[in-house]
């Protein structure tokens, strides 16, 4: 099964496809105090409501890029019903292949998106020369509360390195030359609701696609990956928003 149709399918009823929620995303977005004009940009755009609430609250010039063809439509229709004056685009591409200017933006996000560009430090490092200096920096990254169990990353096909401790990105963030502000865990509640809208998503399109091949490996890898969250996952891997300035 395609990687992207999956995800565009498992993650149909979400409207921010990380383990937040909008209230907390607010609440984020609230802390940024950006002045009107600012330019952002954000690479694993997904439905693009990160962006669209920056141009909703600040009037932020923008540019999300994604390779998923499934989320890339939907950001694109959300900015046209919501802002359509907005200096806004989304572009449906790999945003490694599409790096932006270095020090040309006020704000570099990337949230839950890491893999674009090798990994946490990779990220932060790509982030950290394209924003301005005194510019912000956003990054949704995982993070270990304990050590899995080896069970767990048998079964997920996780490996070990796979993320840090929440302290170990924070010096991992220090060693990249960035100035941590504040940093969001994200709640169970919202880790609930982020992995049970795909099991959700999941049973409703094969009830309704009975003709779509690849029904069988859609149910069999969303309710395998419930059933991981349930046994190990939900008190194992966490989910952070971090908050870095890139120094002056």
Request: proline share 6%.
């Amino acid at each position: 099964m395609d990687l992207w149709k999956y995800y565009g399918i498992t993650h149909a009823e979400h409207v921010v496809c990380n383990p937040t929620s909008i209230e907390r995303l607010d609440e984020v977005i609230e802390l940024l105090e950006l002045a009107p004009g600012a330019v952002a940009w954000e690479g694993g755009s997904g439905k693009g409501e990160f962006l669209i609430r920056l141009v909703e609250r600040y009037g932020v010039h923008g540019t999300g890029i994604d390779i998923s063809p499934y989320e890339v439509p939907v950001a694109r229709e959300r900015a046209a019903a919501r802002v359509p004056e907005a200096d806004l685009r989304f572009i449906e591409a790999d945003a490694a292949t599409q790096p932006a200017a270095s020090d040309s933006v006020d704000l570099a996000i990337c949230l839950g998106a890491s893999w674009i560009w090798g990994g946490y430090r990779g990220t932060l490092a790509e982030l950290r020369r394209i924003a301005r200096p005194g510019g912000l920096i956003v990054v949704g990254e995982p993070y270990w509360i304990h050590e899995p169990d080896p069970a767990y990353l048998a079964s997920s096909g996780m490996t070990a390195d796979l993320c840090s401790t929440m302290d170990g990105n924070l010096a991992i963030a220090r060693e990249e030359r960035l100035t941590p502000l504040y940093l969001q865990p994200s709640r169970l509640e919202d880790w609930d609701r982020y992995q049970f809208l795909q099991l959700r998503a999941a049973e409703r399109y094969a009830a309704s696609h009975r003709g779509d091949p690849d029904v069988a490996e859609l149910l069999e890898r969303a309710r395998k990956e419930s059933d991981e969250y349930l046994r190990w996952g939900r008190d194992t891997l966490g989910w952070g928003i971090y908050l870095f300035r890139r120094p002056a």
